[in-house]
């Protein structure tokens, strides 16, 4: 399989390049800076140095790739003193450049409790919504909404990790539900599962036009 990926530079993007190396798809990865993959080099990866908000630019390396991951990111605010819109921003010309290029799977990463609800893990309520997520969470809100309301071309699907570990795979099943966070699930999960999740849903139906919570559970 063919697959491009944004944000492939991140820390969670790189290890999306490395699972999808290791399990023999070729890699394009689409990114802002090329020497942010390090050391990484494969017959079978590709990379291209593109604005993301810009469709024409990105749309070319989408033709022939059956399908588009993402991991893109941008920094919190501290105490929403940050106005942040980078989310709804980039998927804009995202799923214009996937049309022309006439590309219709896009799995891309978000966050745990990207909206408000009864319930949520009291860490997100009342210090890492509050202190330093707010507008990152409210801007990845719009995007999902954006991707409900306005892509329903786009087979996409949504991936709501929880706090991220840069550690090696686990190993085991990742919980996955559909909603905002997995109850009982674990505060953190490696990037490297995440990643794994993501590859592992690129074929799948199970989670079409859907945004999936996922975390390790006991």
């Not at 490395?18 to 050391?39: F, Y």
């Not at 306005?150 to 840069?166: F, H, I, K, S, W």
């Not at 539900?177 to 849903?201: C, H």
């Amino acid at each position: 399989m063919r697959i491009a990926v944004l944000g492939a530079t991140g820390p969670t993007g790189i290890q999306v390049v490395q699972e999808a190396l290791e399990r023999g798809h070729d890699v394009i990865a689409l990114v802002r800076n090329p020497e942010g993959l390090g050391d990484i080099k494969h017959d079978k990866l590709q990379i291209q140095k593109v604005d993301i908000f810009q469709e024409k630019d990105l749309s070319p390396h989408l033709q022939d790739c059956e399908a588009l991951l993402s991991c893109l990111g941008t920094r919190a605010s501290f105490l929403g003193w940050t106005p942040i819109t980078f989310y709804e921003d980039s998927i804009k010309p995202i799923t214009s450049a996937m049309r022309t290029a006439n590309l219709k799977r896009l799995v891309c990463m978000t966050a745990a409790c990207t909206t408000r609800t009864d319930g949520e893990p009291k860490i997100i309520s009342y210090f890492l919504r509050p202190l330093f997520l707010g507008n990152t969470l409210k801007s990845m809100s719009v995007m999902e909404a954006y991707l409900d309301q306005e892509c329903q071309d786009v087979d996409y699907t949504v991936v709501r990790p929880p706090g991220l570990a840069n550690t090696p795979s686990s190993g085991k099943p990742v919980t996955a539900v559909e909603g905002q966070w997995v109850p009982n699930g674990s505060g953190r999960i490696s990037r490297r599962d995440v990643a794994k999740f993501m590859l592992d849903t690129v074929g799948s139906s199970d989670w079409s036009k859907k945004c999936v919570a996922i975390a390790m559970t006991s």
